[in-house]
């Protein structure tokens, strides 16, 4: 524990003045005591019971100040409490596999209806925002609260050729952080799009943004990416790149696998082909990011995963100031010795 204002902490010094004070008081009702005839009968009047309850009262109420001293110096104690993410982004894979039937009634409405399930869950205070990726990827729902419009990107989906789990990532990351710089032309398709649309000046200011220095992994709480394919990367750029550009931000990157290991084959317009799940690189992805990976065979499992990952996401530890918890604390102290005189001895403390 640390205290932001350290120097108020003297005011403890006055806990053991009180303390002092407290036996000099007793001494001096002990002297008035002796003055009656028979001291043995007060005692009895009183009871073994009742001479130890008069110090509970004034022990809670100086346990109060104490805490309330406490409080006075802002301390700040790494505690569990429900994250502060602002932003979360679902980025799906829409590629053409995901229309295998291996998870009921296919992968795609299957991930779509986990989505849903998922957001629902959610606090209302939380953004969330919609990464589509196939052979490229693009953002179709701006980080939002409002989940009606949430649910209409993700209702939208339409199936297209490709795996592009790395364009995913990049994209999700330039939705994380739109300040930044991250150049998604340049890192999906090798090559700066609109350059020719910026003046000398403001591509020096974007050079300028580009430059960052390199954050712990998982570190970023502020925003976290849930990545749901069912495939192999079959186009754009290295899924583990990808992943460490997240890492390199702090950002962690859950993902979860769709279908069967066993893979399936389908086919579409005359086209077939076997797809299969590629674990490894999920893990490894996770893995890089201190995120984790998931397993979902089944529809149900995917309902299941994403339950679990709300909790995952909503439960942090952090460095916290917990001056309010120490103040209430000091209140229920004084409301129960003030309680407890009156029961004891019908008076206040």
């Known amino acids: 524990m640390k205290f932001l204002w350290p120097e108020t902490l003297w005011l ?15 001494r001096r009702r002990k002297k008035v005591a002796l003055r009656y ?18 110090h509970v009262p004034p022990l809670l109420i100086l346990l109060a100040l104490t805490a309330m001293f406490v409080a006075v110096g802002r301390p700040v104690a790494v505690v569990t409490l429900p994250s502060q993410n602002e932003t979360i982004i679902l980025a799906m894979d829409v590629s053409g596999s995901m229309r295998a039937t291996d998870v009921q009634p296919n992968r795609l409405v299957a991930s779509q209806a986990a989505a849903k399930a998922f957001l629902a ?16 990827a693009s953002l179709v729902q701006t980080p939002t609260r409002n989940r009606e419009d949430i649910i209409a990107s ?68 502020s925003g976290a990416i849930i990545l749901l394919t069912d495939g192999q990367r079959t186009t754009g750029p290295d899924s583990l790149a990808a992943a460490r550009m997240a890492a390199d931000r702090g950002v962690r990157v859950f993902t979860v696998g769709v279908g069967t290991k066993a893979g399936e084959t389908i086919g579409f317009e005359g086209w077939s082909m076997r797809v299969r799940l590629d674990e490894e690189t999920l893990k490894s992805i996770a893995n890089l ?14 309902v299941k995963i994403y339950k679990s990952l709300n ?10 100031e917990i001056t309010a918890l120490l103040a209430a604390a000091a209140a229920v102290m004084v409301l129960l010795a003030a309680a407890l005189s009156l029961l004891w001895f019908n008076r206040i403390v």
């Open 12 to 26: 403890l010094f006055v806990v053991p003045v009180l303390v002092a004070g407290y036996v000099v008081l007793l």
């Open 37 to 54: 005839a028979s001291l043995n009968l007060v005692k009895e009047a009183l009871g073994a019971g009742q001479s130890v309850r008069r």
């Open 121 to 136: 869950e959610q606090p209302s205070t939380t953004r969330i925002g919609v990464v589509a990726f196939a052979a490229t």
């Open 154 to 221: 993700i209702d939208r989906f339409q199936l297209q050729r490709g795996t592009a789990i790395g364009s995913g990532i990049i994209v999700s990351l330039a939705t994380l952080f739109p300040d930044a710089g991250i150049d998604v032309s340049k890192l999906i398709y090798g090559r700066d799009r609109d350059a020719w649309r910026r003046t000398p000046l403001e591509q020096a200011r974007d050079a300028e943004k580009k430059e960052f220095k390199p954050v712990p992994p998982g570190s970023y709480s």
């Open 289 to 302: 990011t201190h995120g984790e990976y998931f397993y979902a065979g089944t529809a149900t499992d995917l």
């Open 311 to 320: 909790s995952r996401l909503v439960l942090e530890k952090k460095e916290t």
